[in-house]
């Protein structure tokens, strides 16, 4: 049966960090390509960041570069996100995806508020 169970979401003052995981388990994780996603009230889900396979590649949208960080670990089939200097604006339900030809999992998504 396959997974993606997100955590480390939570309440952050603006400015503060957070580290989000996403554990896989029920394929083969490191042949997948791992990517972030949000969604916040009343809005569309916009793409955060991706990685490759084996870690190499990663991207981000303009608004994330220096500010989130995406890496793997492949031996503990687990993906993260290393959000910094966190706005108000990044406010919303965090999801990891995995994705591989047709293949494309989802998790449930971890709630991330910032908030003072």
């Known amino acids: 049966q396959v997974q993606l169970v997100e955590s480390g979401g939570g309440l952050v003052q603006p400015g503060g960090s957070l580290r989000l995981s996403c554990t896989a388990s029920?394929?083969?994780?490191?042949?997948?390509?791992m990517r972030w996603y949000r969604q916040a009230p009343g809005k569309e889900r916009e793409f955060v960041a991706y990685?490759?396979?084996?870690?190499?590649?990663?991207n981000y949208t303009d608004s994330k570069k220096g500010r989130f960080t995406i890496f793997r670990d492949n031996a503990k089939n687990t993906v993260y996100l290393q959000m910094n200097s966190l706005k108000p604006d990044d406010t919303a339900v965090y999801y990891c995806?995995?994705?591989?030809?047709?293949?494309?999992?989802w998790g449930q998504g971890t709630q991330v508020t910032v908030s003072s």
């Open positions: 995806n995995a994705g591989r030809g047709r293949d494309d999992y």
């Open positions: 990685i490759n396979f084996g870690g190499g590649s990663r």
């Open positions: 029920g394929f083969t994780f490191s042949r997948y390509y």
